[in-house]
């Protein structure tokens, strides 16, 4: 958290020489807490109060990055524990675990099923940004070897799994140019894991039993030169997972416990209950969430449920407000108008595709509100589709003025064909009868 003009007041010399500039040590002070000043304008804030300040003005949880450009996952650097409060900036990445007992064409097979978990969903491409390899054999060389293929075909970013250092220190060096999560130091082994994370500049986690072993952990480990570190306190049982990430977050962001400032990684180890708890771990507040399964049923509510809560409160996702053709329209095509919020237009787009009609759709700019929303607020009005039907091409590339609109808005039909001069045909309420509703219009 921040340090107010007040706190930081209290680090300085307070000798109001006015070296810095303002003539006095507060008003510096306050200049510093809006990031108005640098600490370097005055020449005697002492080396303490300097990592103080600086550190004070790190992030509470820390950003770590896994995997390397175009394929790079982002996690931490949160800042509230509602999302209402502000937005939850980094969605947790989603990983699908394998082992090194998988060879050969078993090996080929899974990546590439790996590989085909993305998806679109309302204009954006969704997906699996990370495979776990799990050292079940103990082999070195056999976990390098399955490692090297990964890398090779591969389009996620790796998490190398062993508590082995001779394990993970051949597998890391075969893997360093993908950036991949080390998983994981303990308390056993992580002055050897923290060497190795150091020699290949990879992001480490560090696994202990509880908060406070995980606490010390961290501890140890970035006093060894260590800073990218993800945390997972050892709880497999999901109510002690949920306890454990929402304590983490509340003394990383209430309290400032640095130790604890870094994103989380956490298990789901019985396969059915994949969705259940990767979709709890994933609300509250897991950095990582590594699953069993890799069937898209398994897979595509996680998707879905991430997109939903790591979208910005404060900004509805949007489309831009214009005229889409979709298919091969010709003049006789059907204009059906909807808003441009991307949920809604998705949704229509999806059903006018199924209808295999091709048509136009208006997709009116409602700054990003549904259909009845923008109704009731007054952002979906006669005026401003009228002006919209009038001012785009649309209108010379038909050789009719039917405009469909969605049912629940039939109120708006008689003042619509005054507005404009189209023909307001009134459509289904429920993007789902659209199909037939077309099929009907174009026989
Ligand atoms: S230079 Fe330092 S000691 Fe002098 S007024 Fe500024 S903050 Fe205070």
């Not at 899974?110 to 082999?139: C, H, M, P, S, Y």
């Not at 189209?422 to 077309?438: C, H, M, N, Q």
Request: aromatic share 6%; glycine share 6%.
């Amino acid at each position: 958290m921040a340090l107010t003009g007040l706190e930081i007041y209290k680090l300085l010399p307070r000798t109001n020489c006015g070296e810095c500039g303002p003539p006095t040590c507060l008003a510096f002070a306050m200049q510093l807490a809006q990031k108005k000043a640098s600490l370097d304008q005055c020449p005697y804030v002492s080396d303490e109060a300097k990592a103080a300040l600086e550190g004070a003005s790190a992030p509470p949880i820390k950003l770590v990055k896994i995997g390397t450009d175009g394929n790079e996952l982002a996690i931490g650097n949160e800042t509230v524990m509602f999302r209402h409060e502000e937005t939850f900036h980094h969605p947790c990445g989603i990983a699908v675990a394998i082992t090194d007992e998988l060879e050969g064409e078993a090996l080929d097979k899974k990546i590439e099923e790996i590989n085909n978990l993305w998806f679109e969903r309302v204009g954006q491409t969704i997906g699996v940004e990370l495979i776990a390899i799990k050292d079940t054999t103990g082999d070195p060389k056999r976990y390098s070897d399955v490692v090297k293929t990964v890398v090779a075909k591969s389009k996620q970013a790796p998490i190398l799994m062993s508590f082995e250092p001779n394990v993970i220190r051949l597998a890391a060096a075969s893997a360093r140019a993908k950036n991949p999560l080390i998983y994981a130091a303990n308390s056993e082994n992580y002055q050897a894991m923290a060497n190795i994370a150091k020699m290949v500049k990879c992001p480490l986690a560090v696994c202990g039993n509880g908060l406070d072993e995980v606490a010390e952990l961290t501890e140890k480990i970035k006093a060894l030169g260590v800073e990218d570190l993800v945390i997972d306190t050892g709880a497999r049982e999901p109510l002690q997972v949920i306890n454990d990430l929402t304590q983490i977050r509340r003394l990383a962001l209430r309290q400032t416990f640095r130790p604890l400032g870094y994103p989380t990684i956490t298990f789901v180890e019985d396969e059915e209950e994949q969705v259940l708890q990767a979709s709890t771990y994933i609300s509250k507040y897991a950095g990582v969430v590594v699953c069993p399964g890799d069937e898209p049923w398994q897979i595509l509510p996680l998707l879905t449920l991430r997109q939903n809560l790591y979208t910005d409160p404060r900004v509805p996702l949007q489309v831009e407000p214009e005229v889409y053709e979709v298919g091969d329209v010709t003049p006789d095509s059907p204009v059906l108008m909807t808003t441009n919020f991307s949920l809604t237009y998705f949704t229509v787009l999806g059903e006018v595709e199924a209808s295999k009609v091709p048509a136009y759709i208006l997709a009116v700019d409602t700054e990003g509100q549904s259909v009845l929303t923008a109704y009731a607020s007054e952002k979906l009005t006669a005026e401003g589709v009228a002006k919209m039907l009038n001012e785009t091409a649309v209108k010379d590339q038909v050789n009719h003025n039917n405009i469909i609109i969605p049912g629940y808005v039939a109120v708006m039909s008689g003042k619509l064909e005054e507005e404009s001069g189209w023909k307001v045909l009134v459509g289904p309420r429920e993007a789902s009868a659209l199909p037939a509703y077309l099929r009907q219009y174009a026989s």
